[in-house]
């Protein structure tokens, strides 16, 4: 311990006296580590489990009932019409369905005085949309009955309203209707947002408003995600009975036997539209759960892999780089290591004075690090808009953060140090 205190004291005084050289060090090591931090955040992101404890559990829907084959539909879409929904909705194999779009409307607080409007992201959904995907109530819950006026509000638009706390019961107006909250969720982060990661929207936010699907069928809330047809729809109520494909669909099975069980009831299903004539294709249902769903829409971009690769070679050249400086420093300073030689130190007392002086600067590394990978992180943010809301230095990646400095200014001294214990004795005092 004592002889630790003496290369700490021994560290410190040649950082002071050579401050300019390892301020150089640590800013070239530092851009290194923080341009791959941020980088690796971004990653992370992308290839996150968004609900690991059942992620193997959870399951898409894509199902082939397009009405003809000369439309190039032939693979399974994941987007369904309305009375298929329905129809698997009605299925008891599943622990929990869900069926859903994406609409957008503008609300206000009903009692308010001010007549500002808000606007609000809208998901329409089934009452299982809660239990399956976790989603966390802060105050109250789902409604009850699939056509009630009745919704759940997000965190951010209920502190928009009313200012935080609890709402429940309180009204809202939407289009000059009325709505009861019936339930209120807390700050709600699922990234990807593995329901709806189709059309680019796996690292939106999650939405302002959860509203019964058939309400918001029922209200004319227009759908604002990928749809196809056959036929003419005037209006989301009509969908209903139209060969309008627009709803995605999850399931939760619990294992192989009700996911074996479940996949013979879309495909009977099938097989009963194909002999009543209304499509002509093969029957080819698919079930991925959350991950293989996630790899199917290649929600990790190429591009940012090979950005992140691009960023590792640039910090491999950051550590060439702070090791020629070091063996420059090192090779100026023989004649101060000849005379601890000289007086009893021996290479080892050397090579662990070297240690302790390249992890206090990787400390110090690790700090702009931090800094400057908070900074790029934003900056990538700021330029590439699709970026937004995907990537932020928590804990663990400041604990990465940490290793990575003290990782790489530990290597960037290896060499130098080695080259100066090995000096011989007589070269060094000459």
């Known amino acids: 311990m004592e002889m630790l205190s003496y290369y700490v004291k021994l560290s410190v005084r040649n950082l002071r006296r050579n401050a300019l050289f390892f301020t150089l060090m640590i800013t070239t090591l530092a ?32 199902m082939n009932g397009w009405p003809n084959s000369n439309s190039g539909h032939d693979q399974p879409l994941y987007i369904l019409r309305y009375r298929d929904a329905m129809e698997i909705l009605k299925s008891d194999i599943p622990t929990h369905s869900l069926a859903h779009y994406q609409s957008s409307v503008y609300t206000r607080d009903f009692e308010s005085k001010s007549l500002t409007r808000y606007s ?70 699922l990234q990807p947002k593995f329901y709806h990661v189709t059309e680019d ?75 009543a004539g209304e499509h002509p ?49 090192y090779h100026a300073g023989k004649f101060e290591s000849g005379l601890r030689r000289a007086v009893g130190a021996s290479r080892k007392d050397l090579f662990y004075q070297g240690t302790v002086e390249s992890l206090i600067i990787g400390l110090c590394c690790s700090v702009l690090a931090l800094l400057l990978g908070a900074l790029f992180l934003q900056l990538s943010q700021t330029f590439f808009p699709q970026l937004d809301n995907i990537g932020r230095l928590d804990g663990e990646m400041a604990a990465l953060g940490l290793l990575i400095a003290l990782g790489t200014t530990f290597l960037s001294a290896l060499y130098p140090l080695i080259r100066s214990c090995t000096m011989s004795l007589s070269a060094e005092i000459k």
Not at 45 to 60: A, E, G, L, Y
Not at 303 to 328: D, E, H, K, P, Y
């Open 31 to 62: 851009v290194g580590v923080g341009v791959l931090l941020a980088n690796l955040a971004i990653l992370k992101t992308m290839s996150n489990d968004p609900i690991p404890h059942k992620s193997d559990r959870i399951f898409n829907i894509s």
């Open 120 to 189: 609000a992201q809208v998901r329409a959904t089934t009452k299982g949309f809660f239990d399956l995907t976790d989603a966390p109530f802060a105050y109250g819950g789902s409604w009850q009955q699939p056509n009630a006026l009745e919704l759940v509000i997000g965190d951010s638009l209920n502190m928009q309203l009313f200012g935080g706390g609890n709402s429940v019961g309180k009204t809202i107006e939407i289009d000059d209707k009325m709505y009861r909250v019936v339930g209120v969720l807390k700050p709600w982060r």
């Open 281 to 329: 294709l093969d029957i080819n249902n698919r079930l991925l759960d959350v991950n293989e769903w996630l790899e199917f829409n290649e929600v990790v971009d190429d591009r940012m892999l090979a950005f992140a690769l691009a960023t590792a070679l640039f910090l491999a050249v950051c550590i060439f780089n702070a090791s020629s400086l070091l063996i420059g420093r």
């Open 201 to 275: 929207q796996g690292f939106e936010l999650t939405e302002d408003v959860y509203a019964p699907l058939e309400t918001a069928l029922d209200a004319e809330w227009g759908i604002a995600a990928r749809s196809s047809s056959t036929e003419r729809s005037t209006s989301p109520s009509a969908s209903r009975g139209k060969n309008v494909f627009y709803l995605q669909m999850f399931v939760q099975l619990d294992d192989a036997a009700q996911k074996a069980d479940f996949l013979n009831f879309l495909d009977s299903y099938s097989q009963s539209l194909k002999d």
